[in-house]
T-cell receptor, first 116, second 114 residues
Framework: GAGVSQSPRYKVAKRGQDVALRCDPISGHVSLFWYQQALGQGPEFLTYFQNEAQLDKSGLPSDRFFAERPEGSVSTLKIQRTQKEDSAVYLC??????????????FGPGTRLTVL | DQQVKQNSPSLSVQEGRISILNCDYTNSMFDYFLWYKKYPAEGPTFLISISSIKDKNEDGRFTVFLNKSAKHLSLHIVPSQPGDSAVYFCAASRSGGSNYKLTFGKGTLLTVNP
């Protein structure tokens, strides 16, 4: 079946621009996660949704980052007034059940954001 | 403060030989460990996991070993194949609050030479 998809795959933004990154999780998956992967680093947790509820946003680096999942399926990560340090690959992952630590997270291909 | 460390950025192995990828962790609260594999321009793909109640888990050519006292785990691939060439990430999580959070290492680039 279809995996997690993300769009756009690549985004170039000028410093100060707003961007919106989209994630389509696997159909029926309850839990959705966003991670940020800087160059040469492993993915770092940003936020977690259980259906439409954002239960954890402790990893969002600043109040310029905002995520939503209004109908419990598609999610959007929005970054306002982008800065150079926001340049990274943004990964979305979903898992089938209410997040349990043994539940496999399935990752999308990521969106590579470059801020000039 | 890196809680999950993969100290070898890269590893090169001959086809047919064993690949051993290592991972160390500092947070003693971690009790579930995973390995993900990542090809260029793709997202990480789950490979194998191990709970802290075990010291070994095997799946085909892949075996993960956990040494809790040393806070160390390793992934063995036997025999290695050229298609195994990828970046391998070690990740950890914990039961209890925020149990869904995966903490990743920086990854090890494995190259399997034909």
């Amino acid at each position: 079946g279809a995996g997690v998809s993300q769009s756009p795959r690549y985004k170039v933004a000028k410093r100060g621009q707003d961007v919106a990154l989209r994630c389509d999780p696997i159909s029926g998956h309850v839990s959705l996660f966003w991670y940020q992967q800087a160059l040469g680093q492993g993915p770092e947790f940003l936020t977690y949704f259980q259906n439409e509820a954002q239960l954890d946003k402790s990893g969002l680096p600043s109040d310029r980052f905002f995520a939503e999942r209004p109908e419990g399926s598609v999610s959007t990560l929005k970054i306002q007034r982008t800065q150079k340090e926001d340049s990274a690959v943004y990964l979305c992952a979903s898992s089938l059940r209410l997040a349990e630590y043994t539940d496999t997270q399935y990752f999308g291909p990521g969106t590579r954001l470059t801020v000039l | 403060d890196q809680q999950v460390k993969q100290n070898s950025p890269s590893l090169s192995v001959q086809e047919g030989r064993i690949s051993i990828l290592n991972c160390d962790y500092t947070n003693s609260m971690f009790d579930y460990f995973l390995w993900y594999k990542k090809y260029p321009a793709e997202g990480p793909t789950f490979l194998i996991s191990i709970s802290s109640i075990k010291d070994k888990n095997e799946d085909g050519r892949f075996t993960v070993f956990l040494n809790k006292s040393a806070k160390h785990l390793s992934l063995h691939i036997v025999p290695s194949q050229p298609g195994d060439s990828a970046v391998y990430f070690c990740a950890a999580s914990r039961s209890g609050g925020s149990n869904y959070k995966l903490t990743f290492g920086k990854g090890t680039l494995l190259t399997v030479n034909p």
